[in-house]
């Protein structure tokens, strides 16, 4: 499927090398300002240089505002990429559809092709896009973020150990259970789909055997089907949400408990303290993006594999 697929990105691959690069940039000039911060509070408040906290300031907006400059070109870059990817996509498909006799339509049915169209492109066209930008910007700051975190406190750092492989535990049984049931949601999104093809084009026979309440009874059942998979799929999304908080909530308070005694015994500096806070935020922030791109790519491979039936069909 990736390597069928993949060959729909070559066309604007400058675009997704220009895209990956620019959210690299953009993580590091982040990752770099909390140093200049805790250079200010362990430096220039401690020693009450308003020049030097004046210098450092700017240095940080000058930092802030060449990491914008990244972010906006990571963006723009990263849906070029994404929207040329999509358009191939749905042009090969279409032109594929072209091709197929009544035989191959009957084994796909008008109502699936139409969702393979649409909604399943449009679902690998986004996990494109948002990949391109949280799938390099995220590990990019996990790792550069627990280095730098190291760097400041070995001792402190210790905390990465109970939490980091909770959330991996937490992220593996989402993808795991989600993964079915998104398939399942498309194959319920081509039933709608194909009820109201067929109410669209036989409204006159409905009406003329006064059909109305059967046909919006059996319209009734695949929403209702429809909703009870969504709400299976997202649910499992959801309730991971609450998991992340709950950790990250316990992290925090963890990190400011213990690095305060470290402050009070002097093993600590203030400053150091801010920035490991803020290295800490990042890494999981960082484990959170990448848990939400997977689910996202768990949804689009199944997409994925239905956009690649079409395409290896043969007329």
């Not at 169209?117 to 996990?127: E, I, K, Y």
């Not at 709400?231 to 499992?236: D, K, L, V």
Request: some cysteine.
């Amino acid at each position: 499927m990736l390597k069928k697929l993949g060959s729909y990105v070559r066309p604007y691959s400058k675009w997704v090398v220009l895209g990956m690069a620019c959210s690299t940039a953009e993580a590091i000039f982040e990752l770099l300002i909390p140093l200049v911060m805790a250079d200010i509070v362990n430096i220039g408040i401690a020693t009450a240089d308003q020049n030097y906290i004046l210098r450092k300031g700017v240095l940080m907006a000058c930092m802030a505002v060449v990491s914008l400059c990244f972010g906006l070109g990571s963006a723009a870059f990263s849906s070029v990429a994404g929207q040329g990817f999509g358009a191939e996509l749905r042009k090969a498909e279409y032109e594929q559809v072209q091709r197929f006799s009544f035989a191959n339509i009957e084994r796909f049915s008008t109502a699936s092709l139409v969702t393979r169209l649409t909604n399943d492109v449009a679902s690998v066209q986004m996990t494109t896009f948002m990949g391109m930008r949280m799938l390099v910007r995220a590990p990019t700051m996990l790792v550069t973020a627990l280095v730098m975190a190291l760097i400041i406190s070995q001792r402190l750092s210790q905390v990465f150990l109970v939490v980091i492989p909770l959330l991996v535990i937490a992220v593996v049984i989402v993808i795991k259970r989600v993964g079915p049931f998104f398939t399942s949601l498309q194959g319920a999104t081509d039933q709608l789909n194909l009820v109201v093809q067929e109410d669209l084009n036989a409204i006159r026979v409905v009406k003329s055997f006064v059909r109305e309440a059967q046909e919006k009874e059996k319209f009734t059942q695949r929403s209702e089907k429809l909703r009870s998979m969504a709400e299976r799929a997202f649910g499992f999304v959801v309730l991971f949400m609450p998991v992340m908080m709950i950790l990250m909530g316990g992290t925090i308070t963890a990190v400011m408990w213990i690095g305060g005694h470290y402050v009070w015994e002097g093993t600590l500096l203030s400053g150091d303290l801010i920035a490991f806070f803020t290295y800490m935020s990042e890494i999981l922030m960082s484990l959170m993006m990448v848990s939400v791109v997977l689910m996202m790519l768990t949804r689009a491979i199944a997409c994925g594999k239905r956009i690649a039936e079409v395409l290896e069909e043969k007329p």
